[in-house]
């Protein structure tokens, strides 16, 4: 047999591959020793012949066991597929994978086991070896899953499709004697066709990782969550290709402090109790029980209550914890233990959620910055509640001149500024005012949360003010600011709220407001520097969909 010149039996029972890149089903493998045992004498580099003990044993076509001492290594392995081969007494095996399904263009397929990579990014099999694209077979191979006696997390292995460009899946597959089966599916990803090279350069897209609480401005208050996405300049379907980008075949990024190919989000949550030498650390990895009952996770968010709270990981190895186990912590070494049930998660293969090209559909526990979200977009809290957002739109003024052009943005009236847009309710005349009352009810409802306003000051000046917060009634909440002597303002004085009030950093500037309803702006552009121009002054409307207006630029010189 052709088998013959790409492997070598030696007299101590090793079998090793010497050349060749043919591959042998286990089968063959097996017919091939037999032939060679019932030779008359040994020849050439082949120990074996009618004198040496028995080689191997077929329980069925699939299933090969080698007798001691003969034995293959993981080099050898590579090259036999379509079957398991037990040897060393049945200390080591080499399961076999097949995998079925089908891929969109290239894909090389990444095995995980015992939350580590088999053979790294670059894996013997490549884009798929032993193929059979008549019975949709994609690859088939053998992966050991024994060793040394003791079954590689219990032969769990999960199988990854993470190939930029296209759809992301995984199967998770519990090996054994004979073939075992995982099934991937992809396609071209039609949110995703950014050049690698150009996400990568969109490093401004930044997470807050671990528990955190978010308010949406939906009436729903602050609600829990494990992340915190802001996007930055970029679209929330370009947040989407960064997280890809973050979890790709290959990648070094790392996210929650593992190697971003193998994140996938929160598998499992419990609560718990009885802690002790706490507290925990996010992100360490947490450990429980032993042999079958063993298992490790990564500890992705904890809301810590004292000596109880909730725990919300990624399993990494094992099986789940059940009720009663008791939990270490690997960094800390905080240990407590598991008050209830068990509660499983469904992941999504790329861990932020689904992307419909202008929305986020979010997976479980998934947070993103409430002013990159619109009405569109959907979150799944850490309750696994349904939040949608409120429409949230951008008016962006452009044709600006950096640092020249000072622009101011507000309410429209008659064309011009709504000066009376509110009035102050309380008057401001100390020296460490922090709060500005324009009494209740007429804080307009899609009011930014923090921003600038004007006060018209009893000098007649309308001063800039800087807030914080408001209660989306009355109270505006201000950094302390003398309001004393001339700068007093008296009750029934104008305020009004500067949605834009800048010297222009960018040639364009935007503010973002929560729709609701149409407003009219009145935009005012001015440069009276060394490049100046004539005051550019205009409305525009304000929509479900946003606003724009772009500043004329008229020599004043």
Same mark, same amino acid.
């Given at each position: 047999?052709?088998?013959?010149?790409?492997?070598?039996?030696?007299?101590?029972?090793?079998?090793?591959?010497?050349?060749?890149?043919?591959?042998?089903?286990?089968?063959?493998?097996?017919?091939?020793?037999?032939?060679?045992?019932?030779?008359?004498?040994?020849?050439?580099?082949?120990?074996?012949?009618?004198?040496?003990?028995?080689?191997?044993?077929?329980?069925?076509?699939?299933?090969?066991?080698?007798?001691?001492?003969?034995?293959?290594?993981?080099?050898?392995?590579?090259?036999?597929?379509?079957?398991?081969?037990?040897?060393?007494?049945?200390?080591?095996?080499?399961?076999?994978?097949?995998? =079925? *399904?089908? +891929? &969109? #263009?290239? /894909?090389?397929?990444?095995?995980?086991?015992?939350? %580590?990579?088999? $053979?790294?990014? !670059?894996?013997?099999?490549?884009?798929?070896?032993?193929?059979?694209?008549?019975?949709?077979?994609?690859?088939?191979?053998?992966?050991?899953?024994?060793?040394?006696?003791?079954?590689?997390?219990?032969?769990?292995?999960?199988?990854?499709?993470?190939?930029?460009?296209?759809?992301?899946?995984?199967?998770?597959?519990?090996?054994?004697?004979?073939?075992?089966?995982?099934?991937?599916?992809?396609?071209?990803?039609?949110?995703?066709?950014?050049? =690698? *090279?150009? +996400? &990568? #350069?969109? /490093?401004?897209?930044?997470?807050?990782?671990?528990? %955190?609480?978010? $308010?949406?401005? !939906?009436?729903?208050?602050?609600?829990?969550?494990?992340?915190?996405?802001?996007?930055?300049?970029?679209?929330?379907?370009?947040?989407?290709?960064?997280?890809?980008?973050?979890?790709?075949?290959?990648?070094?990024?790392?996210?929650?402090?593992?190697?971003?190919?193998?994140?996938?989000?929160?598998?499992?949550?419990?609560?718990?109790?009885?802690?002790?030498?706490?507290?925990?650390?996010?992100?360490?990895?947490?450990?429980?029980?032993?042999?079958?009952?063993?298992?490790? #996770?990564?500890?992705?968010?904890?809301?810590?209550?004292?000596?109880?709270?909730?725990?919300?990981?990624?399993?990494?190895?094992?099986?789940?914890?059940?009720?009663?186990?008791?939990?270490?912590?690997?960094?800390?070494?905080?240990?407590?233990?598991?008050?209830?049930?068990?509660?499983?998660?469904?992941?999504?293969?790329?861990?932020?959620?689904?992307?419909?090209?202008?929305?986020?559909?979010?997976?479980?526990?998934?947070?993103?910055?409430?002013?990159?979200?619109?009405?569109?977009?959907?979150?799944?809290?850490?309750?696994?509640?349904?939040?949608?957002?409120?429409?949230?739109?951008?008016?962006?003024?452009?044709?600006?001149?950096?640092?020249?052009?000072?622009?101011?943005?507000?309410?429209?009236?008659?064309?011009?500024?709504?000066?009376?847009?509110?009035?102050?309710?309380?008057?401001?005349?100390?020296?460490?005012?922090?709060?500005?009352?324009?009494?209740?009810?007429?804080?307009?409802?899609?009011?930014?949360?923090?921003?600038?306003?004007?006060?018209?000051?009893?000098?007649?000046?309308?001063?800039?003010?800087?807030?914080?917060?408001?209660?989306?009634?009355?109270?505006?909440?201000?950094?302390?600011?003398?309001?004393?002597?001339?700068?007093?303002?008296?009750?029934?004085?104008?305020?009004?709220?500067?949605?834009?009030?800048?010297?222009?950093?960018?040639?364009?500037?935007?503010?973002?407001?929560?729709?609701?309803?149409?407003?009219?702006?009145?935009?005012?552009?001015?440069?009276?520097?060394?490049?100046?121009?004539?005051?550019?002054?205009?409305?525009?409307?304000?929509?479900?969909?946003?606003?724009?207006?772009?500043?004329?630029?008229?020599?004043?010189?």
């Amino acid at each position: 047999m052709a088998i013959g010149n790409d492997f070598s039996i030696s007299v101590n029972g090793d079998i090793r591959h010497v050349s060749g890149t043919s591959r042998y089903t286990v089968l063959e493998f097996h017919r091939w020793l037999q032939d060679l045992a019932d030779q008359q004498q040994a020849s050439g580099d082949d120990y074996l012949d009618i004198t040496s003990s028995t080689p191997s044993v077929r329980a069925t076509d699939n299933i090969i066991t080698l007798n001691e001492p003969y034995n293959i290594d993981d080099d050898a392995a590579e090259y036999l597929y379509d079957g398991s081969i037990e040897q060393d007494g049945g200390d080591t095996l080499y399961s076999g994978l097949v995998v =079925v *399904g089908s +891929v &969109a #263009g290239t /894909t090389t397929l990444q095995v995980v086991q015992n939350n %580590q990579l088999y $053979d790294g990014d !670059n894996p013997f099999w490549g884009t798929g070896i032993n193929t059979d694209p008549s019975a949709n077979i994609l690859c088939r191979m053998l992966i050991k899953t024994r060793a040394n006696g003791a079954d590689i997390d219990g032969k769990r292995i999960r199988v990854f499709a993470r190939e930029w460009g296209h759809t992301y899946a995984e199967f998770e597959v519990t090996m054994g004697l004979g073939n075992s089966v995982a099934a991937i599916f992809t396609s071209t990803d039609l949110n995703n066709q950014t050049a =690698v *090279g150009t +996400v &990568a #350069g969109w /490093t401004s897209i930044t997470n807050t990782e671990g528990y %955190q609480t978010i $308010d949406l401005q !939906n009436g729903n208050g602050d609600r829990p969550y494990y992340s915190k996405w802001d996007r930055s300049t970029y679209t929330i379907n370009q947040l989407y290709e960064r997280c890809k980008y973050l979890t790709r075949r290959g990648t070094s990024s790392t996210l929650y402090g593992m190697d971003g190919e193998l994140f996938r989000g929160i598998t499992h949550q419990w609560d718990y109790d009885n802690e002790s030498n706490g507290p925990f650390s996010e992100n360490e990895v947490l450990s429980w029980g032993s042999g079958s009952t063993a298992g490790t #996770g990564a500890l992705l968010a904890l809301y810590d209550a004292g000596t109880t709270g909730t725990m919300w990981i990624q399993i990494l190895t094992g099986v789940p914890p059940t009720d009663n186990t008791t939990i270490t912590g690997g960094t800390s070494g905080a240990t407590c233990q598991v008050d209830g049930s068990v509660t499983s998660r469904s992941i999504s293969p790329v861990f932020i959620g689904q992307s419909t090209g202008s929305a986020i559909i979010g997976a479980f526990g998934i947070g993103i910055d409430p002013s990159d979200l619109t009405a569109n977009d959907k979150l799944f809290d850490l309750t696994n509640t349904l939040q949608t957002p409120p429409n949230n739109v951008q008016f962006v003024v452009y044709g600006l001149v950096v640092s020249e052009d000072r622009v101011l943005v507000t309410n429209a009236q008659s064309g011009g500024i709504d000066y009376d847009q509110m009035a102050l309710a309380t008057a401001l005349t100390g020296s460490s005012e922090t709060q500005i009352d324009v009494g209740s009810g007429n804080i307009p409802a899609d009011t930014p949360k923090s921003g600038t306003l004007r006060v018209k000051l009893n000098s007649g000046i309308y001063r800039y003010q800087t807030y914080t917060n408001h209660d989306g009634s009355r109270y505006f909440t201000i950094p302390s600011t003398d309001y004393s002597g001339s700068n007093q303002a008296n009750v029934g004085n104008y305020v009004f709220i500067s949605y834009i009030d800048k010297v222009a950093s960018a040639t364009s500037e935007s503010v973002t407001i929560q729709y609701n309803g149409d407003r009219t702006m009145f935009v005012r552009v001015r440069d009276g520097g060394s490049t100046p121009i004539k005051t550019f002054e205009t409305t525009a409307t304000l929509g479900s969909g946003g606003g724009s207006a772009t500043a004329i630029r008229t020599s004043d010189a």
